[in-house]
């Protein structure tokens, strides 16, 4: 473990909070990986302790750590939220191997919904800063663009990254006070059919993250597509 500060913080969606921490001397990652965040003698805490995981949206070239979370009413997440620029907390190593395959030759389908876009933020940045080949596929489902975590910057990426296909999709657009002219409705097997063709998916590596219940509905999504579970790489997310 290492101890670090809160630099800064603000919302990227409604909900939605960013944090971004010091990144302290040595600390390297990979990715798409994950750190433990410790509070230090917060003022509140409960069952649940003091230490939760959070993935790395920010790209390893950064100089700072930056984390995403949804705000729940919890005493961790007040705590969080509360928090100051300055605050000190404890980070572990980065962890986990949610992170992009060395082939070049083989596409990256992500089928990310919610506040599970995180480690792919991290992913995707690196490969802009790269300038990695890999073909890079991402369908990222929310409720409406309101909830929808760097939903601009993801929008954009393929004017820095050619080798980059957004494909957006809203469950409840009738609640939503925003313009969407993306796909609609939940992730499935047609609509991944439609923008990404049989062969590319034939050799590609898949990956999966968000709460349990959408990383259920996908893996059914990619047996329909006939996807080789070794070639799956998947993500829960839980709320806390």
Request: no cysteine; glycine share 8%.
């Amino acid at each position: 473990m290492a101890t670090t500060t809160l630099l800064s913080k603000h919302a990227v969606a409604e909900g939605t909070m960013a944090f971004t921490f010091a990144k302290p001397t040595g600390f390297e990652s990979v990715a798409g990986q994950f750190i433990d965040i410790t509070l230090v003698n917060p003022p509140e805490t409960d069952a649940e302790g003091n230490t939760r995981a959070f993935s790395i949206v920010s790209a390893p070239q950064e100089d700072a750590i930056t984390i995403t979370t949804r705000m729940r009413d919890t005493a961790f997440k007040r705590v969080l939220g509360n928090m100051e620029p300055g605050t000190e907390v404890e980070i572990s190593d980065a962890m986990g191997s949610f992170t992009l395959h060395k082939n070049v030759d083989k596409a990256a389908i992500f089928l990310m919904g919610g506040v599970g876009i995180t480690p792919t933020m991290g992913i995707l940045r690196d490969a802009i800063a790269k300038q990695l080949p890999h073909k890079l596929f991402l369908f990222y489902s929310n409720r409406r663009p309101e909830d929808s975590a760097y939903l601009e910057e993801l929008k954009s990426m393929g004017s820095k990254n050619p080798h980059y296909t957004f494909i957006g999709t809203m469950t409840e657009m009738d609640k939503s006070a925003q313009p969407w002219d993306g796909e609609t409705g939940y992730i499935t097997a047609d609509m991944v059919k439609k923008h990404v063709s049989d062969d590319i998916r034939a050799s590609a590596i898949w990956y999966v993250s968000g709460p349990p219940a959408m990383v259920k509905a996908m893996r059914t999504v990619m047996t329909e597509l006939g996807v080789d579970e070794d070639n799956v790489k998947t993500e829960e997310f839980s709320g806390y």
